[in-house]
């Protein structure tokens, strides 16, 4: 299947929509138990942070890509992600779980995550960060934020997060049809990317970076109540997509990626032990050695108007 | 007069939706006169070319707030003298001077490949000199990275000596989104925010 790019960038001129648009005084916001409000406000707060880390990634996958109009639907896809993560503190606002109006600290595994793609990201090929882009986007669409809406009775949660969905089904088909177009490059250009990876000292920073992001994830959603077999069947779908499409098969970064996405959904395999001791050693990492957070980190907001 | 406003990159300019409609005043910016802005009034200066940096930094020496919305930057070198001072301004003659030789030497045969390379000399100096010329004057990385055009970038340079200078010391606020929309009261980016405005300066 063949995705019309210039009429996916039309679609995306279409459908914009703002902060502005949400009236995030309307009834509904009491409904937020008590008993759901610690849970929720860590919970949210992860899914903002990681839009924006989403976000970041697309930045630097705009600046990777060759066609003009892949590159332009890109830079939509960064804004679009940030206005997920603004949109999702105005809900945390609406649920009074800001302390005033500023952003709550990101979890250390976030943090450092964060460090991670500021330092790496743009020098990473697009066919690396391109296929990793699908496999999160599974995740968060498919589990995370359905998770959200069934869970949460506030009718406002459901209006933001049917435009998010909105948004995020798009940026899943551009993602699905970037991984089928890696997949159809020549092998020298799959033996290159596969090169420059291995020789950049990203690849041996990357597993210490996700691992804590992903097993703090995984333990806040499980925290909430959401089965994490959800969790692992969303991610199945990145799975399916290489076997309808015997070009995604072709492309390594994509096999890599799916065997990572295995490892993560079997929960007797070695790598939660290993997981579970890096977050362990990553919540007593200590806030003082880490550097100050890149300045695109300050674009999170909860105000619609500036 | 009327102005027509656009947004969009290389694949493709769009026009502004909305514009119409705006409450306060949109200009060209080669038509802004400075001193008929007041002082306190929020500008915006969308799409970037020579005449709208000009008019950014006249705004910001005048005194005024600035947003300038920047999605697709563009390569801005400095203005060079009589004697370059600076590596960026030197890149940025030697840039000029290669492109001189190499017309006044086009009739020498060559093999295209050669020719090819020689070529794309001036154009790899220039944005050498950019990106000189961002270092000296950004701090920010994200800044210096958002105002970085793109490899792929064939457009001619602009030349200005103030305004990296004001964007890092927040007289003039850059904002990287694309722009959304124009609503009767100021800008929509595709972050989800608007910001307010009185004027709009637009690239001719």
Known sequence: MTLDLSKTLDRVH????????????????????????????????DVAWIEQVGARAFAALARKAEDPVLADLYRYFHAEEQRHANAELALMRRWDMLDGDEPPEPHISIRLAMD???????????????????MLEVALDGALLKFLVDEIDDPLCAVVF???????????AVGFHVLEVIGRNPAHRHAIDIAKVLL??????????????????RDNVVG??????????????????GQRQPDVRRNPSYLVLKEFG?????????????????????????RRLLKSPPSWVDQLTAEPVV | MATIATTGSA?????????????????????????????????????????????????????????V????????????GLIPFGRASLCARLAGSTRLGLRAVAFVPAPGAVRRRLGRMPSVMEHRAGSLHRRRHLDDRWDRRQLTPSRFDRRTPLRDDSYYRMVDAGSCELISWPVASVTTSGIRTCDGLEHRADWIVVAP
């Not at chain 1, 049917?162 to 899943?172: A, F, G, I, P």
């Not at chain 1, 909430?224 to 399916?240: I, P, Q, S, T, V």
């Not at chain 2, 038509?31 to 020579?50: K, M, N, T």
């Open chain 1, 262 to 286: 295995k490892m993560v959904a079997n929960r007797s395999h070695p790598y939660h032990v290993l997981g579970d001791a890096a977050t362990r050693i990553v919540d007593h990492y200590p």
């Open chain 1, 224 to 241: 909430m109540g959401l089965d994490e077999r959800k969790l692992y069947d969303a991610l199945a779908r990145f799975d399916k997509v």
């Open chain 2, 69 to 80: 919305f920047e999605d697709d930057p563009r390569l801005v070198l400095p203005r060079v």
């Open chain 1, 14 to 45: 279409e459908r914009q929509w703002a902060l502005a648009d949400v009236d995030w005084d309307a009834p509904g916001a009491d409904r937020i138990t008590d008993e759901q409000r610690p849970k929720l406000a860590a919970f949210m707060a």
């Open chain 1, 116 to 134: 991670w793609l500021d330092r790496y990201a743009d020098s990473l090929p697009l066919a690396v960060l391109g296929s990793a882009i699908p």
């Open chain 2, 11 to 67: 694949s493709g300019r769009r026009a502004l939706d909305g514009i119409v409609d705006f409450a306060g005043r949109v200009v060209g910016a080669a038509d802004l006169v400075v001193s008929d802005v007041e002082i306190g009034q929020r500008v915006a200066c969308i799409g970037v070319d020579q005449a709208t940096i000009d008019a950014a930094v006249s705004l910001v020496e005048a005194g005024h707030r600035v947003k």
């Open chain 1, 200 to 217: 950049s000292p990203a690849i041996f920073t990357s597993l210490p970076a996700a691992m804590p992001l992903f097993t703090n994830a």
């Open chain 1, 162 to 172: 049917e435009k998010v969905n909105n948004d995020e089904s798009r940026h899943l």
